[in-house]
């Protein structure tokens, strides 16, 4: 097997720490989303889940590639792209605004529960994209969970800035 699939399907072996490897993928991500925003604002976020999806397919196929299981608990890349994706709004508003991206804890906190909720009981086009069975369905289906959790983290934002806080 291609060590470099490898390297990127289990985030550098985050993939095989059990319990929960999916949580500790998830887990992984938030450091690599701060760094990506310091680094480069809500535009480099938007290149960190691009790449993290476009590297997440490709090794997810080649690892994946005659095997009978298709989404192998180690393969945790498509938890990084999801939660990546999840965190987009706390990115943009934190860039807009410039300010510190860790003022916005509590966003952090959202975005984390939310796109676990939604990966782990698969709503809708979630499961949808999980019951394809193949490379493209493993990292869809959390690419969607992470979008719905970046609305809920819209949601919760507007419902606490706009009138619960107020």
């Not at 609305?151 to 619960?164: M, P």
Request: proline fraction near 5%; hydrophobic fraction near 60%.
């Amino acid at each position: 097997m291609n060590r470099l699939a490898r390297l990127i399907a289990t985030v550098g072996g985050v993939g095989y720490l059990r319990p929960a490897p999916g949580t500790w993928g998830s887990l992984a991500a938030l450091p690599l989303g701060w760094l990506f925003h310091v680094i480069g604002g809500f535009p480099l976020m938007l290149v960190a889940v691009a790449a993290s999806f476009l590297k997440g397919l490709w090794a997810t196929r080649v690892m994946t590639r005659d095997s009978a299981d298709h989404d192998p608990s180690e393969i945790v890349i498509d938890e990084v792209a999801g939660q990546l994706t999840a965190l987009l709004p706390l990115s943009y508003a934190a860039w807009s605004m410039e300010l510190d991206i860790l003022r916005m804890w509590p966003g952090w906190i959202a975005a984390f529960l939310l796109f676990r909720l939604f990966d782990i009981t698969k709503p809708w086009l979630v499961g949808w994209a999980d019951r394809r069975n193949d490379a493209m369905g493993v990292m869809l289906d959390d690419m969607i969970a992470g979008a719905f959790a970046a609305i809920g983290v819209i949601v919760l934002a507007a419902l606490w800035h706009g009138g619960i806080a107020s």
